[in-house]
């Protein structure tokens, strides 16, 4: 019942103005967004408002006039306070930055229990006004994820390079090796991305000897083990041109210094991808015969490999001869073929080692694979 009042309240503020004048209406602004997308209300966020499609002049001097969750400028409608005004941004765009429980003057819980930020956009005398919005907030989305189980997610999911991106982090759901929790505790947690697959000309490295780079990849804790970054756009974050096309954002969390790396369950690299962009099939390993004896040719093939995977090297260790090379083919389909006839001749082992990596020295897999023994080919 209180919630149902104090909505009703918020709505009643909508028509009942501090004095009842000859006011225009300019109608509504063509979009209204926050930055960061996702921000504690003890945070400072920035409020744009764009009033294209409204009747403000090109300019004019702009200011909010709100009332829930409280009237920061009540009693001032004909004579808005300086503290109200603001920040033309060009293009029709205007911002206002503020700490919202300063800005109201009441506390965190407080605001979580109102309606919401309702207000309107104003001139300095309030003869001109716009219809009614709702500010976003991010009471819904911090609570949700904390409860989810999720080890991290993108705020909005509907993202893109050019919109502004929060990402969200459980420290004690990611994964460092075999412990889930392992980041719980660390001085610090970093961001270490790249778009399209970790692609050479889209990174943003956590580089611990860079105090820049340290600060830029660094998450900033917002209670209860939740850790946060926010980019203005991925496309400023990142760095990359105006033809770029974003598939996805790659990442792992790596703590102070490298310490201990968060990564997703089973230690594979956090994925955010473009939605309508087709998920890639996972690469996959195999090599034949099945049944290989040191008499064979052995074939191995990955299929699938990386976007950003340059090639495959792999080595074998058989008894005391080591056998290196590198696979060809496209990366749709990369293949080595080892003669083990010709390059084990004159000894006999009982087993190979296969030990398969990028050629960037990135390891894929050690195996051990067993030989038919000779006297059974006899």
């Known amino acids: 019942m209180k919630k149902i009042i104090t909505v009703l309240l918020a709505f009643a503020a909508i028509v009942i103005p501090a004095k009842v004048l000859a006011v225009d209406d300019a109608g509504m602004p063509a979009k209204f967004w926050t930055y960061p997308v996702v921000y504690a209300l003890d945070e400072e966020v920035t409020w744009y408002i764009d009033v294209s499609g409204t009747s403000f002049p090109e300019g004019v001097d702009l200011y909010l006039w709100a009332w829930s969750p409280t009237e920061p400028d009540a009693g001032n409608w004909e004579n808005s306070s300086d503290f109200a005004k603001m920040e033309y941004e060009g293009d029709r765009i205007y911002k206002k930055t503020l700490i919202p429980t300063e800005y109201y003057g009441v506390p965190v819980g407080d605001i979580q229990a109102s309606a919401g930020f309702w207000m309107r956009v104003k001139d300095k005398t309030g003869t001109l006004q716009s219809d009614v919005i709702q500010m976003p907030w991010s009471v819904a989305e911090i609570t949700t994820f904390t409860s989810s189980g999720k080890a991290v997610q993108i705020f909005p999911e509907d993202f893109y390079l050019d919109t502004p991106v929060s990402i969200l982090v459980n420290a004690e759901k990611v994964w460092t090796g075999a412990v889930q929790g392992g980041l719980v505790g660390k001085p610090s947690i970093h961001l270490h991305s790249g778009l399209n697959a970790f692609d050479a000309d889209a990174l943003m490295e956590y580089q611990a000897w860079v105090p820049e780079r340290v600060e830029k ?162």
Not at 315 to 341: D, H, M, P, Q, S
């Open 217 to 378: 990849t660094k998450l900033k804790p917002i209670g209860n083990n939740i850790y946060k970054i926010d980019f203005i756009t991925p496309r400023k974050y990142y760095g990359v041109g105006e033809d770029y096309v974003m598939e996805n954002i790659q990442f792992v969390l790596p703590s102070t210094d490298w310490v201990a790396v968060g990564t997703d369950e089973g230690g594979k690299d956090f994925v955010f991808r473009v939605l309508g962009v087709p998920i890639p099939p996972d690469p996959a390993f195999y090599f034949f015969p099945k049944k290989l004896s040191q008499l064979d040719m052995l074939t191995l093939v990955r299929t699938d490999n990386e976007k950003n995977s340059e090639g495959l090297v792999y080595t074998i260790t058989a008894g005391n001869k080591t056998l290196t090379g590198e696979f060809v083919g496209r990366k749709e389909n990369r293949r080595a073929y080892i003669n083990l006839l010709g390059e084990l001749a004159g000894t006999t082992v009982t087993k190979i080692t296969l030990k398969l990596e990028h050629l960037n020295g990135a390891e894929i897999l050690t195996t051990d694979i067993p030989l038919v023994p000779l006297s059974e080919l006899e």
